[in-house]
């Protein structure tokens, strides 16, 4: 892969050197921005406007589970339990069943009872509510959400910016992740945690909730429809010109 990031120092003083680096790295990010919403049809509909506690359960536990099931145990825990409060006070062994369909659901049942115990407590919070984040910016609130424990930065920005709240905030999923580094975006070492800044740096800071979230969308889509963990479809790759990962496919010129 070709060197697109500098090994130098890692805190070296800025130089013209290293801004003509960081320009060229958000031009490229904006390109492929532009293709890839061109490709999978921005602006994507948001697909969730729940409140900002119930957006940071559903993300507790989708954490390593598929969508369905997933969504499964979101909708038999809110089935058991109407409120919150419910779930944060009821026997543990109850919640756990009620999240059966998800990993780990010995895992998860306490740790979201945990979260929302913290959240009650919290002098921020109105009781057991999410709400005041409103009037924060991502700036606060994403380290205040992480400082839960089990919420990481995916979490924090799932948080802000699927919920109604509608804050700007890059989430960074596995395919989102994979299709950056395969583009250029970030060094190919960088695990997906710091990825979430070192990807947020490269947008305009002036982006609007819809476009960080179809910028989230696109580069997630390409990496399930077609930049694929194995065997990607290169052939009908839409920023092939722009990849730069080393197992990328030649593509078949057609014969004349
Ligand atoms: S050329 Fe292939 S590996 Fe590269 S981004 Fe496109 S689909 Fe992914």
Redo the contacts with the bound molecule.
Sequence with gaps: MPDLFSASDPAPAPTEAADAERAALQARALEVHERLCTAYGCPVPFFSDKDPLSELVSALLSHRTKNADSGRAYAQLRERFPTWEGVRDAPTAEVEAAIAPCTWPEQKAPRIQEVLRAITAAPETDGLSLDALAEWPASRARPWLQAFKGVGPKTSAAVLLFSRLRVPALPVDSHHHR?AQ??GLIPEALAVGPSHDALAALLPDDWDAQTVYDDHEALML?GQK??FWRN???GR?P??D??V?E???PRVESGG
Excluded: E, F, S, T
């Design positions: 299709v395969r583009l390409h077609c930049c990607p479809a290169c790759c920023v092939y722009l990849c990962w197992g990328k496919k």
